[in-house]
């Protein structure tokens, strides 16, 4: 049984930072895939960053050289640094792996990955 966990988010000023953090557990695959996907007010769901099982990291442009996704102390665990935050960033943050090798074109498809955690809020104002 899969469980992702994430620790941090919270309530944070435009242009401020927050580090968000993911716990996994229950996952057989060695290397897994694994990203942050979040989910605005308004339902739309977008993946916003991703390790790959060697460590190779994808964003998407609308956090590419704000966000940095990074390992944790293994495989099953990583953290995301959040800086230069904006209003449009406020959503819930999940954590994600994915139970397969996904293709580097689908990435950043939120379908790739089939294990979420409860997701954290960040809310920017």
């Known amino acids: 049984h899969v469980q992702l966990v994430e620790s941090g988010g919270g309530s944070v000023q435009a242009e401020g930072s927050a580090r968000v953090s993911c716990v996994a557990s229950g996952i057989a695959y060695r290397d897994p895939c694994m990203g942050w996907i979040r989910q605005s007010p308004g339902g739309r769901r977008e993946v916003v960053a991703t390790l790959d099982g060697y460590g190779g990291t994808l964003y998407a442009n609308s956090v590419k050289g704000r966000f940095t996704i990074a390992r944790g102390k293994d495989n099953y665990s990583m953290n995301m640094q959040m800086n230069s935050l904006k209003s449009s960033d406020t959503a819930m943050y999940y954590c994600?792996?994915?139970?397969?090798?996904?293709?580097?074109?689908?990435?950043?498809?939120?379908?790739?990955?089939?294990?979420w955690g409860q997701g954290t809020q960040v809310t920017v104002s």
């Open positions: 994600a792996a994915a139970s397969t090798v996904v293709p580097p074109q689908l990435m950043l498809t939120p379908t790739a990955f089939n294990d």
